[in-house]
Nanobody, 115 residues
């Protein structure tokens, strides 16, 4: 059973920064792709950033240059550094682990950016 626990969400003013963390209880973390998704109020869940097991990274266009995803395989943890936050970044952020076609999700952490 894979368990993902996110932390680091909160309330921040526009222009501020937050760092999200997601720790996985998973023996095979290092061979898994990890991603951060978000669900803005009233909208569908969307991909924010993804890092493959080989370190290949993709970002949603609207966060490029502001957000940075990284992983520490020794700690079974993936991070999302969010800078220059905007009100439109307000959402519940979810951690995702993908391996061999199976997806696992965290419970989500709320990020609210005030204008």
């Amino acid at each position: 059973q894979v368990r993902l626990v996110e932390s680091g969400g909160g309330l921040v003013q526009a222009g501020g920064s937050l760092r999200l963390s997601c720790e996985a209880s998973d023996t095979f973390f290092s061979i898994s792709a990890m991603g951060w998704y978000r669900r803005p109020p009233g909208k569908e869940r969307e991909l924010v950033a993804r890092i493959s097991r080989g370190g290949m990274i993709t970002y949603r266009d609207s966060v490029k240059g502001r957000f940075t995803i990284s992983r520490d395989n020794a700690k079974n943890t993936v991070y999302l550094e969010m800078n220059s936050l905007k009100p439109e970044d307000t959402a519940v952020y979810f951690c995702n682990l993908e391996r061999y076609g199976s997806d696992y999700w965290g419970q989500g952490t709320q990020v609210t950016v005030s204008s």
